[in-house]
């Protein structure tokens, strides 16, 4: 077996059918399918062969034969050349070669993963992405201790004023139509939180409870629902109630009414250790991410439509999961939004073709690196795995550590090795302060759209 030629990132490769084994195979589809056959002067199921054949075809079960042979020749061949298939491959079977009655010659092209090149990757300069604890940031942490545990002080005396938090019933038209989703009853509504369509908040100040009232807005250009976007509108509005919230003192009566600590300095300090733990541990995840996406710049590639359909249905498969959780099928949330499911792909495949670029990316990084995972490395991983999901279910445990350590072990093995060499990678990096953003940056970043 070997591959005839290649172009770009297709393969051409033949099958070759021995007619013997096209024989066998037509032989054990007749035995399946006899019990079907029915021809006077023979019980049902008991016709011969040779009797089938002369009535309907001598080809009568070839091409079941060749839909049984075909798949096992293939993957024996996609092993022997040793390829790495992104999409289903393209069959074009040698029709002489069935008339001539000879070995059956098929010529099989696919697409398989590209194979590039990554050099100079050692000090690659990334932008810093550390991010300080200052006093500031902490400062807001504990007005948001404070917001959290706020008294909720109600109103009758006055009217809405910047700040406040109000209960409103509100049905919303265009065009002297009412539209799905542009009305409630009981709605709270922060003034100034800008939650609301941009004019909407700042027309409640100055009214009181009981009233009712009308407000006019203008839909963003970019409204998420379609029909909306850049529309007039008009809300009819009741309102409920007014109420504000009464912070409470900053002080250490304060803190120990809240925390386990004595004093707003303790309970600062607190904060600070774990803002910086926190903080750490995002600045190394973010670390991988810019040093992944700087080697994927690196690259050239001529990546193949299969793999990018491929990784665009997988982003939509978890798309789907996430929004099952919320309660809402991906199909309802295409439909809120405006899109239909090909326009829907078209705004991920900029993402998709990141992701697998990257993909190909890390699998020269690792070649580069020449990274070897031993055999006992994949154990202490599997072992960490399934104790730390499965460490209460001792037998799942054990049935899970067999199935990674036989059947799933070259994915654990892929997966460290690509964990290693981006710690490496990391690890010789150049990180360099964040660019300042400058108004021409912006305006090129205008233009580029």
Sequence with gaps: ?????????????????????????????????????????????HVPMKMIENMYGKDVFFEDAINELLPQEYEKAVKELDLKVVDQPNIDIDEESIEKAEDLVIKVSVDVRPEVELKDYEGIEIEDPTIEVTDELIDSEVENQRAMNARIINVDDRAVEDGDTVNIDFKGSVDGKYFEGGEAESQDLKIGSNTFIPGFEEQLIGHKIGEEFDITVKFPEDYHQKDLAGKDAKFEIKLNSISYEELPELDDEFVKDISEFDTLDEFKADLRKKKEEEFKTTSEMEKQRRAIDKIGEMIEADIPEGMINAQIDD??????????????????????????????????????????KNDLALEALVKAMKIEITDEEIEEEVNKVVEEYFKDDK???????????NDNKDVVRDDLEKRKAIETLVEKAKFVEPKEITKEDIEEVKEDK
């Design 1 to 45: 077996m070997e591959i005839n030629k290649k172009e770009n990132n297709t393969v051409f490769f033949d099958i070759v059918l021995k007619r013997e084994d096209i024989k066998k195979a037509e032989n054990e589809v007749y035995k399946k399918n006899k019990k079907h056959f029915q021809i006077p002067g023979f019980r049902k199921g």
């Design 315 to 356: 982003m939509i498969r978890n798309y789907d999961q996430s929004l099952r959780a919320q309660g809402i099928s991906f199909e309802d949330y295409i439909k809120m939004i405006g899109q239909s499911l090909d326009d829907f792909k078209k705004t991920m495949r900029p993402e998709a073709e990141k992701t697998v």
């Design 395 to 405: 037998d799942h445990m054990e049935k899970m550590r067999e199935y990674m350590l």
